[in-house]
């Protein structure tokens, strides 16, 4: 499975963008991830194909909202109210087999099996 990422650009703080990552295949979930200059990748959220349920880190909860669209294979993330501090490369990932349905499983970066190249996000102050 490919992923392609896209969507990222320069934004001032408060501001929104959408970032979409397209599937060249099915599979069981989709994440996205960040990583901030001199920092660890770390979770943002992710959602499960069939269902639809989401999963958020808490900075994000309320900014963020993962999607899906199954027709296109196509993931997003609505990302608004954006701050300095969400200045990343976002990365998709996919999860191939099956997750336990919590947030602890879906956040963990070895639950992927695919990941995409990665989009930039900066957030200006």
């Known amino acids: 499975v490919q992923l392609q990422a896209s969507g990222g650009g320069l934004v001032q703080a408060g501001g929104s963008l959408r970032l979409s990552c397209v599937a060249s295949?099915?599979?069981?979930?989709m994440g996205w991830f960040r990583q901030a200059p001199g920092k660890e990748r770390e979770y943002v959220a992710a959602i499960k194909w069939s269902s639809g349920s989401t999963y958020y880190v808490n900075s994000v909860k309320g900014r963020f909202t993962i999607s899906r669209d199954n027709a296109k294979n196509t993931v997003y993330l609505q990302m608004n109210s954006l701050k300095p501090e969400d200045t990343a490369v976002y990365y998709c990932?996919?999860?191939?087999?099956?997750?336990?349905?919590?947030?602890?499983?879906?956040?963990?970066?070895?639950?992927?099996?695919?990941w995409g190249q990665g989009t930039l996000v900066t957030v200006s102050s």
């Open positions: 295949g099915r599979t069981y979930a």
């Open positions: 990932a996919a999860a191939r087999t099956t997750l336990i349905s919590s947030t602890y499983y879906y956040s963990r970066s070895s639950s992927y099996d695919y």
